[in-house]
């Protein structure tokens, strides 16, 4: 809106009001007795600018943006912890458990075991927030000593955690709110008390897909892939307890049988014969290509709650190749034998399978 006010511009109305029979070019009195006035209101019109934009719920960023949105009752949301499956077993390979509270550690984090799965796999809760819990897997060590303890494994993960909401995040949420005006069980609320659980990254709402009162949730996790059954099983619960379906115990009216369902996850192998570079081998280019080819599979989960269907188009597969470099040329696109796009359904999503490279 003040892009315009530069201290140059302000400088020159200044002068422009000053008669022409004064002195005034630089190093004048008139001018030097200017110039600091002009340059402080530059510096005043740029913050003008800044807190412009700062008032608008668009453009605001930070604790700005959290003043605006909690206007409406929407906060941003905090990091969250990991909750993972802990694996114990003593001597003789034979599963045992630990005390409730057990603290272990993998490299730089720690993890607490909160509650019994069965014998020999417990939750455990990453006493870090965010998604760093997530990532490590393998051998756990105990910080203080468990009598019978051979061995111990951090298995896979059960709720993910969570980074704190971006400004990109509570942005597009507090618009969703405004625009969608979620109320009493409709798509919108169901969709808004859904996303802002734990662990999940997405969600899409099925009225009446099996008769009236039935609702089918169906979610992805906040890694972007199939959730997994402990929080399918916990999302439920909130909603619309299984021993209560329908009586509006959990957060779903009454009336509402909620039935939570997890993102299927299709597997796709991709094949392509590829013209490369001279003295370029498939070897040197095949990690590459992965790693490309997993950047657009994620990317496609990421859209799925805003997508009807996601289709694995050909087309993106052969332009993500051709971005690696020693990659000249790419033919022959194959996707699970086929020679043509793979359209999926509402509720399944991507996983990239074997890729396999020839010239």
Not at 161 to 177: I, N
Not at 184 to 195: E, L
Not at 272 to 282: P, R, V, W, Y
Request: hydrophobic share 40%.
């Amino acid at each position: 809106m003040y892009e315009n006010q530069t201290y140059e511009a302000i400088l020159r109305r200044m002068l422009e009001r000053v008669p022409e029979q004064i002195d005034k070019r630089e190093g004048s009195i008139i001018y030097d007795a200017l110039a600091p006035a002009a340059a402080e209101m530059a510096q005043m019109y740029m913050e003008l600018d800044v807190n412009n934009n700062l008032s608008f719920a668009d453009t605001a960023t930070g604790e700005y943006l959290e003043r605006r949105t909690l206007e409406f009752g929407i906060e941003r949301e905090p990091a969250t912890k990991a909750r993972r499956k802990g694996l114990f077993i003593a001597s003789g390979q034979v599963p045992m458990d630990v005390p409730i509270g057990s603290r272990f550690s993998i490299r730089d984090l720690d993890y607490i075991a909160i509650s019994k799965i069965k014998t020999g796999e417990w939750v455990l809760e990453c006493e870090t927030a965010g998604t760093a819990g997530n990532q490590e897997f393998g051998t756990l060590l105990p910080i203080e000593y468990v009598d019978g303890l051979a061995r111990a494994e951090l298995g896979e993960v059960l709720v993910p955690g969570e980074d704190a909401e971006s400004d990109e995040a509570l942005r597009q949420r507090y618009l969703e709110v405004v625009n969608e005006q979620p109320f009493g069980g409709n798509v919108a609320d169901y969709k808004q008390k859904i996303s802002a659980m734990d662990g999940v990254g997405g969600v899409k709402i099925f009225p009446v897909w099996n008769g009236g009162g039935t609702v089918k949730v169906t979610m992805i996790s906040s890694q972007y892939t199939s959730p997994s059954q402990e929080l399918i099983e916990e999302v439920q619960t909130i909603l619309d307890p299984e021993m209560n379906h329908g009586e509006g115990i959990g957060l779903a009216p009454i009336g509402h049988t909620v039935t939570v369902a997890g993102a299927e996850g299709v597997v796709i192998d991709v094949i392509a014969t590829l013209t490369l570079a001279n003295d370029t081998t498939i070897g040197q280019v095949q990690s590459d290509v992965e790693e490309a080819l997993q950047s657009y599979f994620g990317q496609l989960r990421q859209n799925w709650a805003h997508e009807s269907a996601l289709a694995v188009r050909v087309a993106q597969i052969d332009a993500r190749i051709l971005t690696v470099a020693g990659v000249v040329d790419v033919s022959h696109t194959l996707l699970n034998g086929q020679a043509g796009n793979i359209q999926l359904t509402e509720e399944q999503i991507p996983l990239l399978g074997k890729v396999t490279l020839d010239e």
